[in-house]
């Protein structure tokens, strides 16, 4: 039987169209998998219309609810218990789906999903978990959003669960781990970053590299960057809109001269292929990792594309679960400590 | 009488030669300028010997301590009482010199610049000021690293004096003020952004528009963005991380193919416009924003053509102290609040 994917239909800027043309883009790379779309059915039904090959790949499931951006996570747990949301988490809770992909509200989505599909054993705060472009090709950055406020014990749980994904996603084989920070200097940070490098230094079979600063993320210093969610999230953000800048800098100023016009056109193949390294939407698709299900958060703001993305991170995660294993040797490890 | 502007030597990684270089560099824009140079004199002099011009303009200091990164602030207050960052601030203090420029520990310089040049009637904590580039030009992100942990108390006073310095520097004439947090939507944030955004929302004549992503600071969706010195210095640090990544990756990309080495030699003006615009050693050189005198903090790794624009940033500060005037203003706005 082929995977099944769950999709909150009614998440994200420009849901419901971005979502289901995003599935239809993930269709035509994976072909061996399922959709269960949970939403309006209306809506749905009209939007599907366009796109036979994933109608034909999907059931509807009706949702009377759903959790907009602006919606409070306790709302989201108590209130809305017909979300679309809701309602694609658990079908993965109760096994008819494999994973499930929402591009909605990420306080809410973290906190129907810690209920529902529940923590890991020893695991406090399960984090989201995205990879970032670095000159040697991919770190992991955790927390990018899901715990705004961290402790010391927090983070040094995130380190563990970063350096499990690092060895098992990317296979490195002793991943570094560096804690972001101010600085780099020992004495470097306020209390909570100073007392989870003390956390750090002592779990065994890690290779804790110290604090990193936010330039080491692209250059590459660490595998894994360890940071509470709201760093993290405006570091990621950050990121993606230097990286936007930047392009429109670029195209800017080659338009503005007949040289620069054709210089683009010259080196056109180039320009794509740096675009393509460098386009946040290829990164788009976070992990939520310390559940014991498969759940992935897309970029609220994503396109077709980038939803495409979140996807195939979710299927890829899905296809190899026995040989990733995550959440077994994150247990593990996390009971050593 | 010319300005003068005293310089600690020995901050900075690559202190004393990047100093003295930046010195010379912005000696060669800005004639009329003299230094005093706080530091080792025998290391001085040696170096100065490569600058005879520089030589000519300046006076040396000895000191015979040095703050350096892993210095704790306490011990750069309590115990170094000759170092040469310390004795470079006091010249402001005593009015020898009109502004003071370090490259040194951030930490220890702010506290010594409170102690010595006190703060602003009414603010609690000064904060670092730095221009960053977006689409429509620069917009003031403060804090960017003295305040590691801020109250939202704290939070609304670094958005009166962005303001002001928006209306002043900028020339800007109702600048929007935006407070960092992980989403725009009111419920988004942690308790402290929260109850600052209220207290943001009491200030008078001020064109509060609410929370901004890490993405909005280069599109420039606000020309302040306020934040705590912790989430100001990474992502200030992850912006000029991603710029030397991205750029590393075109120059690669474009050495890597025939095509690409012709597009890059047809546009190489363009490329040399592109880098000029975004190079972030253009826009150091960081105010420390809240204190009676004019303290520049330039970073840490920063080179000679760096060194030279935190230099010019303090020419220019000092030469328009009667008409920029930001001290009084600040006061007299934060005595409405």
Redesign the interface.
């Known amino acids: 039987m082929s995977l099944c994917v769950s999709l909150d239909v009614m998440g994200g800027d420009q849901a419901p169209s971005i979502v289901l043309d995003g599935a239809e883009l993930a269709l035509q790379e994976v072909k061996d998998v399922r959709f269960h779309l949970y939403g309006d059915k209306n809506l749905i039904k009209s939007q599907l219309s366009k796109h036979p090959f994933l109608s034909s790949k999907s059931e509807i499931f009706h949702c009377t609810e759903v959790v907009t951006?602006?919606?409070?996570p306790v709302d989201a747990l108590r209130r809305l218990k017909d979300s679309s949301m809701r309602r694609a988490i658990e079908a993965v809770a109760e096994g008819k789906c494999d994973a499930v992909v929402s591009a909605g509200n990420?306080?809410a989505y973290m906190a129907l999903s810690k209920i529902t599909l529940k923590s890991l054993d020893g695991i406090d705060r399960p984090a989201i978990a995205a990879l970032l472009?670095?000159?040697h090709g991919y770190c992991i950055g955790l927390d990018m959003?899901a715990n705004?406020?961290c402790t010391a014990e927090n983070l040094m749980q995130f380190a563990v669960m970063g350096d499990v994904m690092a060895r098992r996603m990317l296979g490195v084989k002793n991943p570094t781990i560096g804690l972001?920070?101010?600085?780099t200097?020992?004495?470097?940070?306020?209390a909570i970053v100073q007392h989870a490098s003390q956390l750090m230094k002592e779990i065994p079979d890690i290779n804790y590299v110290g604090f990193v600063?936010?330039?080491?993320?692209?250059?590459g210093v660490a595998d894994v960057v360890v940071?509470d969610?709201?760093?993290g999230?405006?570091?990621?953000?950050?990121?993606?809109?230097?990286?936007?800048?930047?392009f429109?800098?670029?195209r800017n100023?080659?338009e503005?001269?007949i040289?620069?016009k054709?210089?683009?056109l010259?080196?056109?193949?180039?320009?794509k292929?740096?675009k393509n390294?460098?386009d946040p939407r290829k990164y788009n698709g976070a992990t939520f990792l310390g559940l014991k299900g498969i759940a992935v958060k897309s970029h609220g703001g994503a396109d077709a594309v980038a939803f495409a993305n979140a996807i195939k991170v979710a299927i890829n995660l899905a296809k190899n679960s026995d040989t990733l294993n995550l959440g077994q040797e994150i247990e593990e490890k996390i009971k050593e400590l």
Chains 1, 2 share one sequence.
């Open positions: 951006s602006d919606t409070k990420t306080g472009p670095t000159v959003g705004l406020e972001l920070n101010v600085g200097e020992e004495v470097k940070g306020h600063e936010g330039d080491d993320i692209n250059h940071t969610g709201f760093t999230n405006v570091s990621l953000k950050t990121l993606e809109g230097a990286a936007q800048f930047i429109s800098t670029i100023t080659m503005s001269s040289l620069g054709l210089s683009y010259v080196g056109h193949k180039s320009f292929n740096i390294r460098l």
